[in-house]
């Protein structure tokens, strides 16, 4: 029955959008999301919990109390993705023992009895002796550490020894064959505090958490694209598992606290069918307990859920994890986690902890961007940078007032100083107990040009303390008391900030037939440039309504002087693909030739075909009014009145000799990769040209999903069903390649 409401729902959804003109769409994927797969928990020890990951285990120390996490640093484990990496050991694992001794024989053994047979001249059996060979130690290589089974085994023949003949030895298949595996240590770093990284750790996605920064989970697995994107059902999506804690000193007076938000900025809330659950874990034994659940609801503030920890769990290898039931196709169901606390000597009314933070995402340093080239920012940066920082949210979770002392700085990174600094003296202001106040800075400062010389990021850091005296308790997380606002200054204009909360689209089957739809987006420069290449962050998608799938539709690359009238300055017809991505979820596109554009100019795209080509839409800035829609490409409007405030992720790119003298088109790297045989029936091997080493690929089947990835030069795929996959390759070096690859039976 869940499944079918899902589904229902999932229906709705875009039944909603089926014939608007334009509309927002749930995200497919996330780029943010590090690929990794199958955490399994093999082998709890008191001290350490050993996690594999395929070959790698990785090995995490047992915290102690108090454990903190508001989520403003970044907890989760990091992966080994690279055999070279100075953190690996490494052992190889046999399969077969015998009598202790490592087995060398390649020949086999046999589990059932073999013999030696005296017969005597008229056929009969005189004896029969069994062939013992010896006792077999045999290890199960699929887990870590290694099981093993005893089992007697015998010589691969039997013998028959007739009287006045001579001997006949006939041959018995052998059932075990000696085999191995590598396995790889990794001793996690100390500041890994949970063993998998299903969730996404932002700033972006809630709505007024209690600190900056939060767990997000939903619909997208690890590797950041949706559990099942063609079929949408309720399943167990994301885990968020802490490493052990010893809690075997303490007392029943330990609780563990935590808020959580159902919803935030996603345009699609958790139904009652979708829950979040809070598990702890049994070491004595070695089960899971459900300690807390809600179903989906909706709401715009975050609720704190106290849990006293039974007794049953005080053990040295104490865990907990959340889990979360969501759609399987895509980032539906949002809920979002912060300010988790485990401690002794703490009560249920125990809602205060001495800690301020800041609450808010920091603001951009430039007016109108997130991003400009360099070499417009450095003849007059006063022009772009803002005048002051505004609203920023400062809350103290504590009951009783606090004395803030605040400030803000841009540093000079050369001469380790700085450049600015205010107030001169820090501002001194009292919070009342669980009060947010907000501060404003004045920016009364231009960077130097000659510390604008290349491409790079300006930073002002805002900072806040409350310094206690010598016997009073410090600030629970100092980590939250700093915000740093940046101005990245590199060869591209942005309006966004790298996240998609949602996306953007244009229905071409509103066109009245002609299936044509068209999406762009004004920039204002201060000079006149020429434009190499556009960034556009895709949502990979399928349209549930017919079965022309989304890599069959074309786009042409268009950039405009104006759009009242239409005036066309360039088009380029590229096919689409929005399953391969660069690690940020931008595609970039380098033009033919770099193309001048006015001042006022606008980039984007004409869609061709019956689908629409969503866009990544960043709800946390708003600049609908730069984006236009049309569907003939005559008659432009600003995104309609049911669209959110938001940008549209497209990007134009510039190109630029250093110093910013002269124009001239950057050659790209090339190295010959090739995959053989093509078509292939079972090994896929990948060549490549020269020195150049693979660090991964990425096999995708024609629907998107992602069905093996790894970084050996070759690919056993016999298993798999026949038809066409795209393979994504890349290079240590940082080059990228897709190839197709076709599977025959």
Sequence with gaps: MKQWISVILLFKLFSLNLFAQDKMVVPSYNPALI?????KVKQLKWDKLTVREDSFIYRYDTLDLPFIDDFTSNHLSDRVNNLNDPRLTDTTVYRLYLNGQLVTDTTGFVTDTTFYYQIGADSSIISRTEQFNGILEVHNLQSFPTTTIL?????????????????????????????????????????NWYTDRDVLINETFAIDPPTRGVATFDGLNEFGLPYNIELAITVKADYLTSVPIDLSSTTDTTYFSFFYQPKGLSLDPPERNDSLVLEFYNSTNQRWAKVWGVGGFLADTFSQVFVKVDPAFLTNAFQFRFRAYASSAGAFDQWHIDYIYLNDQRTRNDQSAKDIAFVNSPPPLLKDYFAMPWWHFKPNSGNFMVDSLKGLQIRSLHDGGLNVFNKVVIPDTVNNTEFYRFPTNDRFSIIPPGFSIAFDYPLNFDFPPSYIDSSGVLEVIADIDFRPGPSDAPDLIRANDTLTSKAILDNYYAYDDGTAEAGYGVNPRASGGGLFSYLAVEFNMP???TVGGMQIYFLPQRFIFDNNPITSQSFEITIWSGLNPTQVIYQKTELYNPIYTEPNGFLTFWLDTLIPVPQNFYIGFKSIGPLSLNVGYDLNNNNRDKTFWSLDGQSWSNPSSGIFDGSSMIRPVFRKKEWGVGLVKQPKRKTAITVFPNPVRNQLNISIEGSARLQHYQLYDARGQLVLSGNQLQLELGGFPSGLYFLRIELENGIQQTKKVVLRE
């Design 151 to 191: 089992r007697n085994v015998y010589l691969p023949y039997n013998v028959y020894d007739t009287i006045n003949k001579p001997l006949d030895t006939i041959a018995v298949v052998p059932t075990l064959f000696q085999d191995s595996a590598q396995y790889y240590f990794v001793d996690a770093a100390a500041d």
């Design 527 to 529: 000079i006149a440039d």
């Design 35 to 39: 690929p990794q797969k199958d955490k």
